[in-house]
């Protein structure tokens, strides 16, 4: 017990070797893009984030210094100007080594309930964890790493804006709000705009949709040459919260595919990040 215990109380931050950070840059390529003061906070910011947060692999895992750096890497992008404390009120990374199954329940307006096993690559909980497969983190290089005509993918980054999303206890799309740091964002606004994105995405998608041949599933591997052209991925018309957590995926990974297809999206999220990308 005492030592499950250890794994979630803060420890001393512990300095990130050169050798060990310099790699990270090769294995993240997102981070070449930062100026020299900018890497040296993030990297700051990587060895605290390591101090707070457990990180524990499961089913013969075993985490080795670089896969927890890769993972807090890529965490600590989205709230590299807001602070660590977005991260606050939770521990917990649990790390598969690749795709893991959870039982799910759904309840028709019918009253029919219906149980199925869902396969998944990363999952956040109100109030942690999140879980991620290692397959998956391994497999989100920087944005040199995806086919053009493709959406750009980083399931770390997903599944962390989730956790801002769920800040003031619900993944509706839209986080809370800081009244020093956002200054002239307002839910109301912001609502407005994500619904308006989320409405023009959801049909544009379902027009796709209406292209597939009867013998292709929407989602499966068959039907990605139907969704290629989308800015984002197809999985953003679930509903507003995963729009929120995809969009986000690409205005860090490739911001143009955002800013190009919503910009008035994309000025919410720059200020949101507080990140100064050109308008």
Same mark, same amino acid.
């Given at each position: 017990m005492?030592r ?5 109380l803060s420890?001393?931050?512990d300095r990130?070797?050169d050798?060990?950070?310099?790699a990270q840059i090769?294995?993240?390529?997102l ?5 020299a ?10 060895e ?7 990180l524990?692999g499961v089913?013969?895992?075993e985490?080795t210094?670089s896969?927890e750096?890769?993972?807090?890497a ?6 590299s100007?807001l602070g660590?404390?977005w991260?606050?009120n939770w521990?917990?990374i649990?790390?598969?080594p690749?795709?893991f199954r ?8 019918s009253?029919?309930?219906?149980e199925?096993?869902a396969?998944?690559s990363?999952?956040a909980w109100?109030?942690?964890?999140v ?20 959406p750009?993918?980083n399931?770390v ?6 956790q801002?999303d769920?800040?003031d206890g619900?993944?509706?799309?839209v986080p809370?709000?800081d009244?020093?740091?956002h ?9 407005d705009?994500?619904h ?6 959801c049909a ?9 041949p009867q013998?292709i *599933?929407?989602?499966s591997?068959?039907?990605?040459e139907f ?7 197809a999985y953003?018309?679930?509903d507003p919260a995963?729009?929120? *957590?995809v ?7 490739r911001?143009?595919d955002v800013r ?7 000025d919410?999220?720059?200020r949101?990040?507080?990140d100064q990308?050109?308008?």
């Amino acid at each position: 017990m005492l030592r499950i215990l250890g794994h979630y109380l803060s420890r001393r931050p512990d300095r990130i070797s050169d050798t060990l950070w310099d790699a990270q840059i090769r294995a993240f390529p997102l981070l070449a893009r930062f100026q020299a003061p900018t890497l040296q906070h993030l990297r700051a910011m990587c060895e605290q984030f390591l101090a707070q947060k457990s990180l524990v692999g499961v089913r013969g895992l075993e985490l080795t210094a670089s896969m927890e750096l890769h993972i807090a890497a890529q965490a600590c992008v989205p709230v590299s100007h807001l602070g660590l404390n977005w991260y606050r009120n939770w521990r917990g990374i649990v790390v598969y080594p690749s795709s893991f199954r959870v039982r799910r329940k759904i309840q028709e307006d019918s009253g029919v309930v219906h149980e199925f096993d869902a396969g998944l690559s990363g999952e956040a909980w109100k109030g942690g964890p999140v879980v991620l497969s290692w397959e998956d983190v391994s497999g989100s290089p920087g944005p040199e790493g995806f086919l053009r005509e493709g959406p750009a993918h980083n399931l770390v980054i997903h599944e962390f804006v989730h956790q801002l999303d769920l800040l003031d206890g619900e993944a509706d799309g839209v986080p809370p709000f800081d009244r020093r740091l956002h200054a002239g964002l307002h839910r109301s606004a912001w609502e407005d705009v994500l619904h308006d994105a989320y409405e023009r995405f959801c049909a544009e998608v379902q027009m796709r949709e209406g292209e597939l041949p009867q013998r292709i *599933a929407p989602d499966s591997a068959e039907a990605d040459e139907f969704f290629r052209g989308l800015p984002l991925d197809a999985y953003a018309a679930t509903d507003p919260a995963e729009f929120f *957590a995809v969009s986000s995926e690409a205005y860090f990974m490739r911001p143009a595919d955002v800013r190009d297809a919503f910009p008035q999206w994309y000025d919410l999220l720059r200020r949101f990040y507080l990140d100064q990308q050109p308008s």
